[in-house]
């Protein structure tokens, strides 16, 4: 099998590291690889905050809950942003851009080219042999992530990145089987039978894992989730940076 194949389908989260920085060549190419990430239009509407000093990454761990959100290689912050694309613009031309700039089309792109970037990056460090996990918990309180790494109008901070020597190694967590994910010329509304399926399969996972095995099931998460409010703050702290007001 292709060596890059084989690194997409191993992919874990990994969530304890070992006490070593990443190296400026292994950062580098982490970021040109994010870089060359497919973008909207050329727009190339996301920046990255590498977050290195200690305080903030004990700030941010804090907000996340998690402890290696702290202790890791290096941390990187993924953010939605059209700020640079106003710094030529007269303020004429900035109250012109406005509705473009504040409108759900734009936000949906700087969101997805962030995460396509992010996805590049996250390639990478894996076939260095490094390990990555997401944090979408900065969101917990995303005024607070804002305000700590000082971002300007236009730019929002989306979820971290963690990266580095692995210290551990989990197992490799189920996918949802391909028929409830990939559908042909519509969708299919009945895949009830595929997620019955993959339920038995995620609760045998759990109850077998090296660490942290429980009982439960992956409509029974989903179900949890859903039904507690969560985050309820974040549309008032995305349109207060300007974006998806319109």
């Not at 990994?14 to 040109?32: G, Y």
């Not at 710094?87 to 004429?92: M, P, Q, V």
């Not at 990478?124 to 042999?129: I, K, S, T, Y």
């Not at 996918?175 to 039978?193: C, M, S």
């Amino acid at each position: 099998m292709n060596q890059t194949i084989e690194t997409l389908l191993n992919h874990r989260s990994i969530r304890k590291f070992k006490d070593e920085k990443l190296t400026d060549e292994q950062l580098d190419t982490i970021l040109k690889a994010a870089q060359q990430a497919s973008t909207s239009s050329y727009m190339m509407a996301y920046s990255i905050i590498g977050v290195t000093d200690e305080e903030k990454k004990t700030q941010l761990a804090e907000i996340s809950g998690q402890d290696y959100v702290k202790n890791n290689g290096h941390l990187l912050v993924f953010c939605a942003d059209l700020y640079r694309h106003t710094l030529h613009a007269t303020s004429e031309e900035y109250e012109q851009m406005l509705s473009n700039l504040e409108n759900s089309e734009h936000f949906l792109v700087s969101a997805i080219d962030a995460a396509l970037a992010s996805q590049n990056a996250a390639i990478a460090a894996e076939a260095m042999g490094l390990g990555i996990c997401y944090i979408g918990s900065l969101r917990n309180q995303l005024d607070k992530v804002d305000e700590t790494l000082d971002l300007p109008k236009h730019v929002l901070p989306l979820f971290g990145m963690v990266i580095g020597v692995p210290d551990h190694e989990p197992d490799l967590k189920p996918r949802l089987p391909k028929q409830a994910v990939y559908f042909e010329n519509g969708y299919n509304r009945d895949h009830k039978q595929e997620l019955t399926d993959f339920d038995k399969e995620i609760a045998a996972y759990y109850e077998a894992r090296q660490t942290n095995n429980r009982s439960d099931s992956w409509t029974d998460q989903m179900r949890r989730r859903f039904t507690k409010p969560m985050r309820m703050d974040v549309t008032g702290i995305v349109k207060k940076k300007g974006f998806n007001k319109q």
